[in-house]
């Protein structure tokens, strides 16, 4: 990484403030604005395209819905131009650009959503269950005893543990399961109530409700195929908060028209959004969500905090936290 042109405070020198592109909003901007070094703050015109950033400007923070789905396959003429350090408001940098990632470094949003989406996994969890909407009586002669599922002993697997699946993890215990968890790098210590697997046939073996919170990267796409579905228990309800592509949505649709899997909560797909015509639209056993799981927490105060502690690292001249490595593609 570059040395930053700001120079600590502590070290009793004169603090040059960084410029920074704001893409992302006036919450975020308001707690910059009072940070001791001083940054002059740039609000990126909403009309204007997210990579035709101010040329002087050191930092960028950005998110995917910028405008970055309409960015050019090639690298714009003179780009990086002066960017040191990009902020993006998403785990995910799949949304963005190659050319994003070859240059500056780039800093993610990792954990930033992580309360939010775990909310939402709980009540597409509860909801598959408990059914109160399908259950609910419109006439005299609906007004009918049907049996409710439970969560007591069952098996809730997560694929991916890192900031959703331990939210996850934490908000499941309470409701007596047993948690089943697939990471991808090696466990450095035991999680009390946590049961590690080794591969994501073994999860799917014996999940009734399995959580994918792993980002989309090379070896995670198409995880979920016909092969790993059947295997699945017929019990299974798949939630997918991660990428679309991490799942075959053609062996998925499959599965669940021949009953080998029991339903899914889908909050992406791919593409995303899906095509007019799409049977996922209008699946029985398919809850679709637009994207939406990461809303309804104060994602954008968490934000702003991430990015503070990211300013203060920069302005410091130290490594920035959550750097996205290439070679991980995360």
Do not use: C
């Amino acid at each position: 990484m570059n040395t930053p042109r700001i120079e600590s405070r502590r070290a009793s020198t004169r603090v040059r403030s960084p410029i920074i592109v704001n893409q992302l909003g006036a919450e975020v901007r308001a707690a910059l604005a009072d940070h001791w070094s001083r940054p002059l703050i740039i609000d990126h015109p909403a009309d204007r395209p997210a990579w035709e950033v101010a040329p002087e400007a050191d930092v960028l923070l950005t998110r995917p819905l910028a405008g970055w789905n309409k960015a050019p396959a090639d690298k714009p003429a003179g780009w990086p131009f002066g960017l040191r350090w990009i902020q993006t408001a998403s785990t995910g940098i799949d949304f963005f650009p190659a050319w994003l990632l070859d240059g500056p470094v780039v800093t993610v949003g990792r954990g930033i959503s992580a309360d939010p989406i775990a909310e939402y996994v709980l009540a597409a969890i509860l909801g598959f269950e408990k059914r109160i909407h399908e259950i609910r009586p419109r006439s005299r002669e609906q007004w009918k005893i049907a049996p409710l599922g439970s969560l007591s002993g069952k098996t809730i697997g997560i694929a991916g543990f890192g900031a959703i699946g331990r939210a996850v993890a934490e908000r499941v215990r309470p409701f007596g399961v047993n948690t089943r968890v697939l990471r991808r790098s090696a466990w450095p210590y035991v999680v009390p109530g946590i049961e590690p697997v080794d591969s994501i046939e073994q999860l799917v073996e014996v999940s009734d409700h399995l959580v994918l919170a792993l980002p989309a990267t090379t070896k995670t796409a198409r995880l979920i195929n016909a092969d790993v579905l059947a295997r699945a228990k017929k019990s299974l309800h798949l939630i997918n908060v991660a990428r679309g592509r991490i799942v075959d949505q053609s062996a998925l649709l499959q599965a669940l028209d021949e009953g080998r899997i029991a339903g899914a909560t889908l909050d992406v797909t791919d593409p995303e959004p899906p095509l007019d015509g799409d049977p996922i639209y209008d699946h029985p056993k398919v809850v679709l969500t637009p994207h939406v799981s990461w809303t309804g927490g104060e994602d954008a105060k968490r934000l702003a905090d991430k990015t503070l502690v990211n300013l203060d690292a920069y302005a410091h001249g130290v490594p920035l936290a959550d750097v996205f490595d290439k070679n991980l593609e995360y």
